[in-house]
């Protein structure tokens, strides 16, 4: 139980750090704090007491296997994550040469 | 059979225009009104085949719910035909729209990644699968966003982008705690297997996915996003996100996931309701004091969401129905509005209300479409929107829910208020305005027609006789909740 | 003192020795991801790390001198339409999208699972590809138009 209340600890962490740092940086590494902390939590899930890993072996059967299904989800959602941290690392560096900062208080052409 | 193909196609188009255009666009235009045209065949032949019926197409040869399933049924029929048909007027609007920015290529690409990202959200019969595409169809919502390469579209496109990955990682927690509660994935064996569980762990899972599909579909606590990036984004894309993307992200997945898993738990009707509210009521008044006119159509978007949202949120047969018929006229009558939004920033470089004038002489086209569609958004008969707020103000009134049909009404008549200032200060204002930087061209007009006749035609859809086929299967899928569960598995 | 590109002369030597062994051990992950933990992402990605390497360790220029970034990018592409083109055979012959459509071959033999070690090494060289594409286009970004303007 005290894992998962630490995996949601840390996912508290993240979401703490994207709504209230000011600095893009800190936003996107917030952001990917928030989702490791959910991928560690799917893991967990499929974790069970004295599991091994979950493939096949040459000799002898790999019996009490964990469940590799969310190992491949996590898989899937971390190529997503790489995408999209990409992205957001792209466009911070466009807004700091339009803005020449990184403070997100002072990026705000937008209003309303 | 049909249904892969309306992902491999836009998938395929997408990397096909990578692969062979220079710096020209002709052949990305070519090839994505081709791979667009082919997909509203597809759609609309899957549509009116399908009816009552349910097929399932499972991917790889093996059986669910070890593999991952399509679900075609009248649901995910209706909205694929929403969204294609929206996808091709609105690549109609961009062919010389999109050719005032660099390099335009590239957005062909990413308008082909976005609409694989969608048709895979609404076919898909797998949850995680559901994820997947989705961040697809976002990851190219983020860089269209930012097309326009100013410094407000950067900030918006980054807003954005902060908002959708927080949500996507609520999707994705709520997503894990259903497969470690249920030991599958695909959506309707999840079904199946809450029925038997603790109701304790829907509502957690519910509660999560609450906040995550929320703020895709920016209902009002959720909305801050959308007002930036939807008025940031190019016309044309403008257009796709607010007339389908937070439809088929936000709206789609909220009944898929609320109505066919967890069967509509009344306690989320009621919140459903009040949620929706508060958007009609709210955006409404936020839309009248906004000055720049795609701001206004942007939180007129999120008041129009909350009139769908309050439709589901009744939940008997009638509201679903209203509900079901106000996405397919919001999705026209925005799209057009925001084209006209568009073609008056091209031609006149603005979009402040206050700087434009009376544009009959300038933009005959324009105006007399902005027109319908402000009639039509403000629910004036004979215009569709008028038919699908009646039917949910009167289904309100009938479940004995007065209260929010006096709300219902109240956000009608705002939204009359906005539309009415559009049309007096930017369409048919004192100051003539004769002169135009860039003429509107041929492919935009007719975006424009084509929408502003289907403003009308579509009203013929509540006729008893063509409801029959086109509306009350859709309905049907809703009102039935967990009927997905026999139509799916006991073929 | 003459300004060179890239890092020093004893990175530059530890680069041009380890970075094919990087490579090797790409490769080796994705040829044997159907019978180890590993595969086509997880390869593809060591990969572009071997490339990144030189990059780094050489400066962008010399990795501009030797290889065409329009042609990485066709590969790119091309790679995901032959990856949907393997799902359409799939579909054709097996019954079902990216149905396997070839022999199983024998348990543990290099040359078996049907068509995975095929989408194995289109996924890798996707991945690839596309990871230093990404590196690459970020690192240049200050070199384009965008920072100029106002």
Redo the contacts between chains.
């Keep these: 139980m005290i894992v998962y209340i630490l995996c949601f600890t840390l996912f508290l962490v993240g979401i703490y750090g994207a709504l209230t740092k000011r600095d893009l940086i800190k936003i996107i590494l917030s952001l990917g704090i928030m989702g490791y902390a959910v991928n560690l939590m799917i893991i967990l899930f499929a974790y069970k007491e004295g599991g091994s890993f979950a493939i096949l072996v040459k000799d002898g059967i790999n019996s009490n296997m964990v469940d590799p299904l969310p190992q491949a989800l996590i898989l899937t959602s971390i190529v997503i994550e790489l995408g999209i941290t990409a992205m957001l690392v792209a466009l911070s560096i466009r807004l700091f040469q339009k803005y020449k900062t990184f403070d997100i208080t002072k990026i705000r052409r937008l209003s309303g | 059979m049909i249904l892969p193909f309306l992902i491999i196609i836009p998938l395929l188009a997408a990397f096909l225009i990578t692969l062979i255009s220079g710096e020209k666009d002709n052949w990305a235009i070519v090839l994505s009104v081709l791979a667009e045209m082919s997909l509203l065949t597809l759609a609309l032949f899957s549509f009116f085949t399908t009816g009552y019926d349910t097929f399932v197409y499972e991917m790889s040869g093996w059986k669910i719910p070890l593999t991952i399933c399509l679900v075609q049924d009248a649901l995910s029929g209706f909205m694929l035909v929403i969204v294609n048909l929206i996808a091709l007027t609105s690549l109609m609007f961009s062919i010389s729209y999109i050719r005032q920015y660099s390099s335009p290529w590239k957005y062909y690409a990413l308008f082909m990644l976005l609409i694989t990202g969608m048709n895979g959200v609404i076919a898909t019969g797998d949850i995680f699968n559901l994820f997947v595409f989705m961040e697809i169809a976002l990851f190219a919502a983020y860089a269209l966003v930012a097309f326009g390469a100013k410094a407000e579209e950067y900030e918006a496109a980054f807003k954005y982008a902060v908002m959708g990955s927080i949500s996507s990682t609520l999707i994705l927690l709520g997503i894990g705690i259903l497969y470690a509660s249920t030991s599958t994935l695909t959506m309707a064996h999840i079904a199946a297997e809450l029925q038997t569980k603790d109701p304790q762990v829907t509502y957690w899972v519910a509660a999560v996915f609450l906040v995550g599909f929320g703020l895709k579909s920016a209902v009002m606590p959720f909305h801050a996003w959308l007002p930036d990036a939807h008025s940031s984004a190019p016309a044309p894309i403008s257009s796709m996100l607010s007339g389908v993307l937070i439809k088929a992200l936000g709206i789609y997945a909220i009944i898929r996931i609320f109505f066919n898993i967890f069967g509509a738990p009344p306690v989320f009707l009621m919140i459903f309701m009040v949620l929706g509210s508060i958007s009609i009521i709210v955006a409404s008044y936020l839309a009248l004091g906004q000055w720049d006119l795609k701001r206004l159509l942007a939180y007129s978007s999120i008041s129009q969401i909350g009139f769908i949202l309050l439709g589901l949120g009744i939940g008997t047969k009638l509201a679903i129905l209203g509900a079901v018929f106000h996405i397919l006229n919001h999705a026209i009558f925005k799209s057009l509005l925001f084209y006209n939004a568009g073609s008056v920033e091209m031609a006149l470089g603005t979009r402040d209300l206050r700087k434009m004038g009376n544009l009959r002489g300038a933009l005959p086209v324009t105006t007399s479409t902005s027109m319908i569609a402000s009639l039509s958004v403000a629910g004036l008969p004979p215009f569709n929107g008028f038919f699908s707020k009646l039917i949910i103000i009167i289904a309100a009134v009938q479940s004995q829910h007065i209260i929010y049909a006096i709300i219902a009404v109240i956000g009608s008549l705002l939204t009359l208020a906005y539309f009415m200032k559009v049309q007096r200060y930017g369409f048919h204002g004192e100051t003539v305005i004769n002169e135009i930087k860039k003429p509107v061209s041929l492919g935009m007009k007719s975006a424009m027609i084509i929408l502003a006749v289907l403003c009308v035609v579509v009203s013929i859809l509540i006729i008893p006789g063509i409801r029959e086929i086109t509306l009350d299967p859709v309905v049907s899928v809703i009102i039935s909740k967990t009927g997905y569960i026999q139509a799916v598995i006991g073929r | 003192m003459k300004q060179t590109e890239g890092m020093t002369l004893i990175v530059k030597t530890v680069t041009r020795i380890s970075v094919w062994l990087i490579l090797l051990y790409g490769i080796y992950i994705i040829l044997h991801g159907h019978l ?2 590993g595969g086509g ?1 997880a390869g593809g990605v060591i990969i572009a790390l071997a490339f990144l390497n030189v990059m780094l360790a050489y400066g962008r220029n010399f990795i501009k001198r030797w290889v065409n970034i329009g042609f990485l ?2 590969l790119e ?2 790679s ?2 032959l990856f ?1 083109a393997v ?2 055979l ?2 054709a012959i ?7 459509f070839i022999s199983h071959g024998k ?2 033999n290099l040359l078996s699972a049907g068509t995975i070690p095929v989408l194995n090494i289109i996924i890798s060289v996707k991945v690839s590809m596309g ?1 230093f594409v ?1 590196v690459w ?2 690192s240049v ?2 070199l384009d138009k ?2 100029k303007e ?1």
């Design positions: 180890s933990p992402f990018h066709d592409s091309s995901a339409a949907l799902g359409i799939g579909m097996g019954g079902g999208f990216l149905a396997n348990l543990f990871l990404v286009t970020l970004f200050h965008g920072g106002e």
